[in-house]
């Protein structure tokens, strides 16, 4: 599946943004994953948690990076990965075309996202971005929107360490079920 | 309520006995590529694991063919990522084609009701009586289906419980209010501990799931249950199925390159809706109208928050103790739609979606979970004309894709909903309440919450929309027009085929399916031993 990810590009869900652009995608710049990141992740590449880790910010506020300090970006990371692949093709699908599209900054020029690097983005113009998509008059950046914050969320309450965020006690102790 | 602290004491039923692990094959381990048995049930949830006890105990020979992990009591730690990853399809990721449903179910051995909230209700009568109206089912109305009811309440101990939680109280209390009737939600558990994680794998084995009751009670007579196993298709000859072609999944949940053919005279399918259909599909099955797939129906859910001054502890106690089905019928069978309201539980992760949005306000919505309480609104779907439900194709690589439009039949019962929720929770005592909805604000009375509500705009993505009863796709029913399996489910264009789940249901049901299709299927398996004791 890795191998033909961009191929995506040329179908399906955020087709009409792609169409909004009104150039062929064969004339599109993506960005090149680099190589060294990949081999930790099953699903996201370089580009995909550069756009992660910029918005997990902005998404979870204060609550980030939170009692995991150097560990969060990793944990999160690693949790949104497994989560993704766990999916069934037609949303995987869906995802790769939502990563690519923002992962290119052609194409992030006409989906109404900053086109300077993600990692670069300032807090407004990322804030800007998700306020647009959340607002959005079609229903494919209004989907976008949602999945972003719910793969981050998600994979950020999961975790054990962050749970007094959500006043939560954690469930209670279990001893090893007897033979 | 008082909080458990601590879990002590509690054996695992499958390490403790050896005369039920010894039938259990992970199927990356048979040594054999091919398998046989006098019957084959493919999927262990509801309808799975009812079918296999009855047979077993008839003494036919039954293999059980799972597509999940076989996860039991010591796997279960009340833990969000690893019920998720363990024991949801998709890693409770699945959704809707557009992305405006999320969908729970399970994927493991016992499927659903390993990690359902436990509520058990009969089939109400309107549904029955509207099934045999419309699509002539024959010989399941009240009176039919009271015997099986009770078989089946009697064995999995289903009683109305009474150890209710503050999240619970709150619908109880807001219904007294405004003298709306509710009642206690009948569960099927056994010495329960009321911790409230009976969506991650009950830990104290009191949910009287199938992995705890039917499945090993079937083991030790004898049936065999091969897990971790995908089937891939039915191998289809002469309108009979001559095989069932599998593929072992790792324990990545990865294809592996190990195919296995299972081989019996007679095949129940029993892999839930959605996971049921695509596989009928997959498997070119005869289907002259085109029908399979289609009519798939989920209750859509939808949710309002209410922040109290008291604390609520919504992430403890049974689940679901209370509902109301005051307005589930009010306008008739068919008309603008009904809906049941319960409550959810709310665990961080799950609530994070829930509550919808990001920043400063989620932050504070999340901090605040102690004191906030959630109710839900289970939406009647596929009784009127205007509710057709989802048709379920396949992706490229033979994945189920569940398209379910959602349009302004459902949006006008949706948008009844909220107000009569948020009604419910101002009266029960709430501070502020918020419909879950991607613009919804906080409203501190039920006049400024009707009036701000009406500003709202209802559509996909803006609205939260869950499902966790996943119903139809294969109806039961002499109308041929709609309808592919008979009123003793089995499949009218095949001669071996049954169909035992909730993917029969011609519409959705209007309440939580688990006992409707424990009772349904207890009727059609024990037909069907009868049948074939007379051969």
């Known amino acids: 599946m890795k191998t033909s990810r961009r191929d995506f590009l040329k179908v399906g869900l955020l087709g009409s943004a792609v169409l909004l652009a009104g150039s062929s995608l064969s004339a599109l710049s993506l960005v090149k994953p680099s190589k060294n990141d990949l081999q930790h992740f099953s699903f996201l590449n370089s580009a995909d948690t550069q756009l992660l880790l910029a918005l997990a910010p902005i998404i979870l506020k204060a609550n980030y990076p939170g009692m995991l300090g150097k560990e969060a970006e990793q944990r999160l990371l690693i949790s949104i990965d497994n989560q993704i692949s766990s999916l069934g093709q037609h949303s995987q699908k869906q995802l790769q075309q939502l990563f690519d599209l923002l992962g290119s900054s052609t194409l992030r020029y006409f989906a109404g996202a900053p086109t300077i690097d993600w990692s670069l983005a300032s807090n407004d113009q990322i804030e800007s971005f998700l306020e647009g998509w959340k607002n959005s008059m079609f229903a494919l950046k209004r989907t976008g929107y949602a999945a972003l914050c719910k793969l981050i969320t998600m994979s950020w309450y999961t975790q054990p360490e962050n749970f007094s965020q959500a006043s939560y006690p954690g469930p209670p102790k279990i001893y090893p079920p007897q033979e | 309520?008082?909080?458990?602290?601590?879990?002590?004491?509690?054996?695992?039923?499958?390490?403790?006995?050896?005369?039920?692990?010894?039938?259990?094959?992970?199927?990356?381990?048979?040594?054999?590529?091919?398998?046989?048995?006098?019957?084959?049930?493919?999927?262990?949830?509801?309808?799975?694991?009812?079918?296999?006890?009855?047979?077993?105990?008839?003494?036919?020979?039954?293999?059980?063919?799972?597509?999940?992990?076989?996860?039991?009591?010591?796997?279960?730690?009340?833990?969000?990522?690893?019920?998720?990853?363990?024991?949801?399809?998709e890693n409770a990721g699945r959704g809707t084609k557009d992305g405006g449903i999320g969908i729970l179910q399970g994927r493991c051995v016992g499927g659903t009701t390993v990690v359902n909230w436990t509520s058990s209700f009969r089939t109400p009568s309107p549904t029955l009586d509207y099934w045999q109206k419309t699509f002539q089912v024959k010989g399941c109305n009240h009176s039919d289906m009271v015997p099986w009811f009770e078989q089946m309440e009697k064995r999995l101990n289903i009683m109305p419980w009474h150890g209710v939680n503050e999240n619970n109280s709150v619908l109880k209390e807001g219904c007294e209010k405004l003298n709306i009737p509710w009642k206690a939600i009948p569960r099927n558990v056994k010495g329960c501990w009321n911790l409230g994680y009976c969506g991650m794998g009950c830990p104290t084995n009191a949910k009287q799931s199938m992995l705890v009751t039917t499945i090993p009670d079937a083991l030790e007579h004898g049936a065999t249950l091969l897990y971790q196993a995908r089937v891939e298709r039915l191998l289809i000859k002469n309108n009979k199925i001559t095989g069932v072609e599998c593929i072992a999944l790792d324990d990545k949940k990865h294809k592996t390159s190990k195919k296995i053919i299972a081989k019996a005279p007679y095949v129940i399918l029993a892999a839930g809706a959605i996971n049921g259909p695509a596989l009928m599909l997959r498997s070119n099955a005869p289907d002259p109208n085109k029908r399979i797939g289609k009519r798939t129906f989920l209750h859509p859910t939808v949710f309002s928050f209410a922040q109290f001054d008291k604390e609520i502890s919504p992430f403890y106690g049974a689940p679901q103790s209370i509902y109301s089905d005051h307005f589930q019928w009010k306008n008739g069978t068919t008309g603008p739609l009904g809906y049941k309201l319960e409550v959810p539980p709310l665990h961080p992760a799950i609530s994070s979606i829930m509550l919808m949005g990001h920043g400063s306000s989620h932050v504070d919505e999340m901090s605040k979970l102690n004191n906030t309480h959630a109710m839900l609104a289970l939406l009647r779907d596929g009784f009127d004309d205007d509710s057709i439900g989802a048709s379920v194709t396949l992706s490229d690589n033979g994945s189920p894709i569940v398209d379910y439009p959602m349009n302004d039949y459902l949006f006008d019962g949706i948008k009844r909903a909220y107000l009569s929720m948020a009604e419910i929770q101002f009266a029960a005592g709430a501070k502020r309440v918020r419909p879950a909805h991607q613009h919804g604000e906080w409203f501190d009375s039920?006049?400024?919450?009707?009036?701000?509500?009406?500003?709202?705009?209802?559509?996909?993505?803006?609205?939260?929309?869950?499902?966790?009863?996943?119903?139809?796709?294969?109806?039961?029913g002499e109308n041929k027009e709609f309808c592919l399996v008979d009123s003793n489910c089995k499949y009218h264009y095949l001669d071996n085929l049954w169909v035992f789940d909730g993917s029969v249901f011609p519409t959705s049901i209007g309440t939580n399916p688990q006992l409707s299709i424990y009772a349904l299927v207890c009727k059609q398996a024990t037909n069907l031993v009868k049948k074939l004791q007379e051969n």
């Open chain 2, 1 to 89: 309520m008082k909080i458990v602290p601590e879990i002590r004491g509690i054996s695992d039923p499958y390490s403790a006995k050896k005369s039920i692990v010894k039938q259990t094959i992970n199927a990356n381990q048979l040594e054999t590529d091919d398998i046989s048995a006098d019957i084959i049930i493919i999927g262990t949830g509801a309808g799975g694991g009812t079918s296999a006890e009855i047979l077993a105990q008839a003494g036919l020979k039954v293999l059980m063919i799972e597509e999940g992990p076989l996860k039991t009591t010591r796997d279960f730690k009340m833990d969000e990522q690893k019920a998720y990853a363990d024991l949801y399809q």
């Open chain 2, 446 to 476: 039920y006049e400024s919450f009707k009036e701000g509500f009406h500003k709202l705009e209802h559509k996909v993505s803006n609205n939260l929309v869950g499902s966790a009863h996943v119903m139809g796709g294969l109806p039961m």
